[in-house]
């Protein structure tokens, strides 16, 4: 996969970051939202003690479980198949989509402005980029987390190719 993005002529390689679309922030709610909730019945079956608390307290810490390696293994096999990943070069960037295919191509030079939006809340945490290029429509996505590791790069080389925020 990478031998394919590095197809595009854009230089020396900066890294390779995950993203996601909407797809992959409405999953963080819900990944959240169903630990807060797990967390909620464990502290209920602790304080009421119902008939059979032990064995409802493991079925719903294998669900938090399973769904936290879930999420752990979906970040493997992204990251090892290209899939969701931004790809920053000294002359521009390369976001793939779901199915590790090039969405979005964008040399430095066509790039008129770089908007990003930042949320942080305990639901929902992300950074979300606007690149706009002259001549095409704007390329956006997502940095997932409070502190993801995508934003200090990518902004310090559109500041190095002279993008204003």
């Keep these: 996969m990478r031998q394919r993005v590095r197809g595009f002529g854009l230089g020396q390689a900066c890294g390779d970051y995950a993203v996601a679309g909407v797809g992959g922030a409405l999953a963080q709610t819900?990944?959240?939202?169903?630990?807060?909730?797990?967390?909620?019945?464990?502290?209920?079956?602790?304080?009421?003690?119902?008939?059979?608390?032990?064995?409802?307290?493991?079925?719903?810490?294998?669900?938090?479980?399973?769904?936290?390696?879930?999420?752990?293994?979906?970040?493997?096999?992204?990251?090892?198949?290209?899939i969701r990943r931004c790809y920053l070069f000294a002359g521009g960037l390369v976001v793939t989509g779901l199915f590790g295919r090039p969405r979005g191509v964008v040399a430095w030079s066509e790039v008129t402005a770089l908007n990003v939006m930042v949320s942080r809340s305990l639901l929902m945490a992300f950074h979300r980029f606007e690149v706009e290029r002259r001549g095409t429509g704007r390329l956006a996505f997502l940095a997932m987390g409070m502190q993801p590791a995508l934003v200090q790069p990518l902004l310090s080389r559109a500041a190095a190719n002279g993008v204003g925020r």
Excluded at 47 to 62: C, E, F
């Design 30 to 82: 819900a990944r959240r939202g169903l630990a807060v909730l797990c967390l909620v019945l464990l502290v209920l079956l602790v304080v009421k003690k119902p008939p059979a608390a032990l064995t409802k307290g493991a079925v719903i810490a294998g669900i938090a479980l399973a769904v936290w390696g879930l999420t752990r293994a979906w970040g493997l096999i992204s990251a090892r198949f290209g």
